[in-house]
C-alpha cells in the first residue's frame, strides 16, 4: 500500500490522521475535499478498520462512486466494494427495508417521487372537495416536505399550534388533514416518498433502542461529505448513530451553503462543535482551483456575511487576471458581450467551447443567450435538463417495475392499468378507487378481489380488469428468479409498449424507441456490473428499482464541446477554466425574496461566492441596464454585491471594439462604488430624471454620477424610459454621429436614407454589429 500522508499537504495531513472522536473539517473551494475525504477512509482502512464498519455519507450517487473509485485504487476494488457508502437515502433505504417490520411497512415498499407525491396530494385534496387553486399540489407537497425535514409527524403537525395559525393565514387551514391523508395513503399502499426515508430512519432509531444501539455499535466510523448541506433530519439521524463511539468526521463548507430553500440547515456546520463537544476544527484553506486574485475576490465578497467560521483562503496559483466587470445597455447586449468574449479567450488560449460556462441566478435567464449563441453558432448545453428518468416512456416502464414489485403501489398502478389502451376507462377507475378506499386496501386488492370489495362494474369490464391482473400476476411470478434484463424484456414486450413505440417512425417515436433500448442496456449494464463485483444475489427487480429511484439529474455527463449554461445551484461542486456570471442586478441577485431578510442576503452572497470559486482563470461578471422582464422593459441598477468585492481586484471594461481594460478597477470612476451601505441607496450613472447628456462609457455611468440615487425598490417597479432624443450642438442627426440605444448600446451612424416619419438610419453597434433604425420607433440618443 501506498504511503497515504506523504501525498497529503500539512493541513489535509492532519485532518486524515485525526481519527480519535469529533471533527470538522472546513473544506474551502477548491482544497481538495474529496481527496481528504478517499484518503483518510483508506487510511482507516489500512490502520485494521473493517470496512463494513465504515459509514460514508454524500449527497449524489455520482460522488459516492467516484469516491469508491479512488478508494478501491489505493486499498483494492475488493475491500472497497464492502464500504458502507453512498446517499443519505440509498444507506437509510436499505436499513429500513431490513428493519421495515417495526415500522409497519413491507420490505418491497416501493419509493414515490416528487411526480408521485404530488399526484397523490392532488386526488386527496380532490376527494376532499377543497379548491385546488387554493390548495395548490406544488405548495402542499412543500409544506408537507419541509414538516418532515424538520421531523415534524402528521400527528405532530396537526398539534402544532404554530403551524396551524400559519396555515390559517395562508387559508388553507385543511394542511394537517391532507397531511394525514396523504401519510395513510402511503401506508395503504405501502409506499414512502423521499422525506419518508429520512423521518422514518429517525423514527425507528427513536422508538426502537436496541435497533439504534446494533447499527450506532455496527458503524464504528461515521463519515458525512458537504455537511453544510444537511437538514435537521440529516444531522440528527447522524447524532443517532455516532453516540457509541463519537467517531464522527464531517467535512463541509459554510461559503457554499446555499440550499436552505430544500431545507439545509447552516447551522448543523456553524454549531457542530456545540452539538458535538471538544470536537476538533480543521481547515483546508489552499485552493488548488483558481488562481490568486479570483481566490482573494472570493474572500472579499465574505468578508461581509457575519455567520461564518473564519478562515483564510489562500492559492499559490498563478496571480492571473482581476476579475472583469463587464456592464452592458441590455440582456440583449449582455449576451452579445458574453459570445464575443468566448471566441476572444477561446482563440486566444487555443481552448474550447467545454471550457466555458454561463451562470445565472434563475432559470429564465437563459433565453437571451441561447438566442445569441444559436444566431452566432456557439454550441451549448443547459445543464439540468429533463432528466432520462422523468421522460413519459420511461416512467412509464419504470410505473410497470414498480406495481411488479409491489402491486399496492396505486400511484404507479394509475399510470399503466391502460397503457397501452386495454378498454378501462376512467369512469372505471374511479370506481376501483372509492372501493379501494371505502375497503381501507389498494387498488390492486380490489382488482384482484372485486366481488369482496363490492366492485360495481359489468362483465367486460371485469374481464379486462381479469386480464391486466393476470398480466400482472404472470410478471410477479418471474421476479425471484428473473433478472431485471430479462424481465424487463418481457415486460416491455409482453405489455404492448414495444408495440405502441415502434409503430411509428416519425422523430418522435425514433426518440421514443431510443430512450426504450438506452434503458434496456441500463439494466443489462446493472446485472453485468453486479454480478462482475460479486453480487449476484442483487441483480432483481427490487434492487434496480432502489437504485434508479435514488438518481440525481447532476449524476448524468455529456462530454460534448459545448458552452455549459447552467443556474449557480447546479454549478456547485464543477469547475471551468472561464465563468461568467451574468444578471448581477438587484432583484435578480440577490433574489427579491432575500432583500429583506439578513440570513437570505447572506445566503445570497455565499451563492455569488460559489458562483467566483468555479473559475480556474477567468471570471466575468456582466449585467444590464434595461430588461425585459415581467412582459416589460425594467430599469435595473447593479447588485449590491459588486461592491462588497474588494475594488482592487476588479477590472471594469467599457465593451469598446478594442475591450480597452482600465487598471483604476471600479474605484476609480470617481472613486465610488455602486451601493452605498450607510444611505441604503444607489449612487450610480444611468439617465433616471433624463438629464444626463455626456459620452461617458456606459461602465463609467454605471458606478460615476453621484447627483442620482434610487432607493432600492422592493418590488420590480414600472419601467422607466430612459432613452429619448437629443439633438447634437449642430442640430441635426448625421453620419460619423454616435447614439446610445437603449437596447443596442453604442453606435455609429454610418448611413441615413428616407426622409421625415420614414427616415432611415444604419447603425454599427459596437457589441451587436449592423442594425437598421426607423427613426420615428428608434429610442436613442445622441451622445456625440
Same mark, same amino acid.
Given at each position: ?50 470496512? #463494513? ?37 440509498? +444507506? ?129 466510523? +461515521? ?458 441607496? #444607489? ?102
Amino acid at each position: 500500500m501506498r504511503d497515504l500522508l506523504n501525498e497529503l499537504n500539512n493541513s489535509q495531513r492532519a485532518a486524515v490522521e485525526y481519527c480519535d472522536g469529533a471533527q470538522l473539517v472546513i473544506a474551502g473551494a477548491g482544497s481538495g475535499k474529496t481527496r481528504v475525504l478517499t484518503y483518510k477512509i483508506a487510511y482507516l482502512l489500512q490502520r485494521g478498520m473493517k470496512p #463494513w464498519s465504515v459509514l460514508a455519507l454524500t449527497f449524489t450517487n455520482k460522488a459516492a462512486r467516484e469516491m469508491k473509485e479512488r478508494i478501491g485504487g489505493i486499498v483494492g476494488t475488493d475491500v472497497a466494494r464492502q464500504l458502507n457508502m453512498g446517499t443519505f437515502h440509498s +444507506i437509510f433505504s436499505r436499513i429500513l427495508r431490513i428493519e421495515s417490520a417495526s415500522i409497519g411497512y413491507n420490505a418491497n415498499y416501493t419509493i414515490y417521487d416528487e411526480t408521485d407525491s404530488r399526484t397523490l396530494i392532488k386526488n386527496i385534496i380532490k376527494g376532499m372537495g377543497l379548491d385546488d387553486k387554493k390548495y395548490k399540489p406544488a405548495t402542499v407537497h412543500n409544506l408537507i416536505s419541509m414538516a418532515k425535514n424538520h421531523l415534524i409527524t402528521a400527528d405532530d403537525y396537526a398539534n402544532d399550534a404554530a403551524a396551524i395559525e400559519r396555515d390559517q393565514e395562508a387559508r388553507m387551514p385543511a394542511v394537517a388533514s391532507i397531511y394525514r391523508s396523504y401519510e395513510a395513503h402511503l401506508r395503504q399502499s405501502n409506499a414512502m416518498d423521499f422525506d419518508d426515508l429520512l423521518l422514518n430512519t429517525y423514527v425507528l432509531f427513536r422508538d426502537h433502542e436496541d435497533i439504534r444501539q446494533k447499527y450506532a455499535q455496527h458503524y464504528s466510523y +461515521i463519515l458525512v461529505d458537504e455537511y453544510q448541506d444537511t437538514n435537521i433530519a440529516q444531522q440528527a439521524i447522524i447524532s443517532q448513530l455516532s453516540t457509541q463511539y463519537n467517531r464522527v468526521c464531517v467535512v463541509g463548507d459554510d461559503y457554499q451553503s446555499i440550499y436552505s430553500f430544500r431545507g439545509a440547515n447552516i447551522d448543523n456546520i456553524l454549531d457542530f462543535q456545540k452539538k458535538f463537544p471538544g470536537a476538533k476544527l480543521f481547515k483546508l484553506e489552499r485552493n488548488y482551483r483558481s488562481t490568486q486574485r479570483i481566490v482573494e475576490a472570493a474572500n472579499s465578497l465574505m468578508k461581509h456575511n457575519q455567520r461564518q467560521i473564519k478562515k483564510d483562503v489562500y492559492s499559490d496559483e498563478a496571480e492571473g487576471d482581476k476579475i472583469v466587470y463587464r456592464p452592458a445597455y441590455s440582456d440583449k447586449e449582455e449576451a452579445a458581450i458574453v459570445a464575443k468574449e468566448i471566441r476572444k479567450i477561446k482563440k486566444a488560449e487555443n481552448g474550447q467551447y467545454s471550457d466555458f460556462a454561463i451562470l445565472y441566478r434563475t432559470n429564465a435567464q437563459s433565453r437571451s443567450f441561447e438566442e445569441e449563441f444559436r444566431k452566432d453558432g456557439i454550441p451549448y448545453k443547459i445543464y439540468g435538463g429533463l432528466s432520462f428518468y422523468q421522460r413519459k416512456e420511461i416512467k412509464d416502464i419504470i410505473a410497470y417495475l414498480r406495481v411488479v414489485a409491489n402491486p399496492d403501489d396505486d400511484q404507479a398502478l394509475l399510470r399503466i392499468i391502460n397503457y397501452p389502451a386495454r378498454g378501462i376507462g376512467n369512469t372505471t377507475i374511479q370506481k376501483i378507487t372509492v372501493a379501494a378506499e371505502n375497503g381501507e386496501t389498494s387498488m390492486w386488492q380490489v382488482i384482484r378481489r372485486p366481488g369482496f370489495y363490492g366492485l360495481n362494474v359489468n362483465k367486460g369490464t371485469l374481464t379486462k380488469l381479469d386480464g391486466f391482473a393476470t398480466l400482472i400476476e404472470g410478471f410477479l411470478a418471474k421476479t425471484k428468479n428473473t433478472d431485471i434484463y430479462a424481465l424487463g424484456k418481457d415486460i416491455v414486450k409482453i405489455s404492448g409498449i414495444s408495440a405502441d413505440l415502434y409503430s411509428s417512425r416519425d422523430a418522435e417515436h425514433i426518440s421514443r424507441q431510443e430512450n426504450l433500448e438506452e434503458l434496456l442496456s441500463g439494466m443489462q449494464a446493472f446485472v453485468d456490473q453486479n454480478r462482475e463485483e460479486g453480487r449476484e444475489d442483487e441483480i432483481f427487480i427490487s434492487d434496480y428499482l432502489a437504485d434508479v429511484s435514488l438518481l440525481t439529474d447532476q449524476d448524468s455527463d455529456d462530454d460534448n464541446d459545448t458552452v455549459t449554461m447552467m443556474t449557480i445551484h447546479a454549478a456547485k461542486g464543477l469547475e471551468f477554466p472561464t465563468v461568467f456570471v451574468v444578471g448581477l442586478e438587484e432583484n435578480i441577485f440577490p433574489s427579491p425574496m432575500a432583500i429583506n431578510s439578513s440570513s437570505g442576503l447572506e445566503e445570497e452572497r455565499r451563492l455569488l461566492y460559489v458562483a467566483i470559486t468555479r473559475a480556474e482563470r477567468h471570471c466575468i461578471l456582466t449585467n444590464a441596464q434595461n430588461r425585459f422582464r415581467y412582459g416589460t422593459m425594467q430599469f435595473d441598477v447593479p447588485s449590491r454585491f459588486i461592491a462588497d468585492i474588494d475594488k482592487n481586484l476588479i477590472n471594469c471594461q467599457d465593451g469598446t471594439d478594442n475591450d480597452t481594460t482600465t487598471d483604476k478597477g471600479i474605484a476609480g470612476y470617481g472613486g465610488r462604488m455602486p451601493w452605498d451601505r450607510k444611505r441604503r441607496s #444607489w449612487e450610480t450613472g444611468p439617465r433616471l430624471d433624463n438629464r444626463y447628456q455626456n459620452s461617458q462609457p456606459v461602465a463609467d455611468r454605471f458606478m460615476a454620477d453621484p447627483k442620482l440615487k434610487v432607493t432600492h425598490p422592493r418590488k420590480p417597479e414600472k419601467p422607466v424610459q430612459t432613452f429619448y432624443k437629443v439633438e447634437t450642438k449642430s442640430g441635426e442627426l448625421k453620419v460619423g454621429s454616435i447614439i446610445e440605444h437603449e437596447r443596442f448600446g453604442v453606435g455609429t451612424i454610418t448611413q441615413l436614407e428616407g426622409k421625415g416619419e420614414n427616415t432611415k438610419a444604419t447603425v454599427d453597434f459596437r457589441n451587436l454589429g449592423r442594425k437598421q433604425l426607423l427613426l420615428k420607433f428608434a429610442r436613442f440618443k445622441i451622445i456625440g
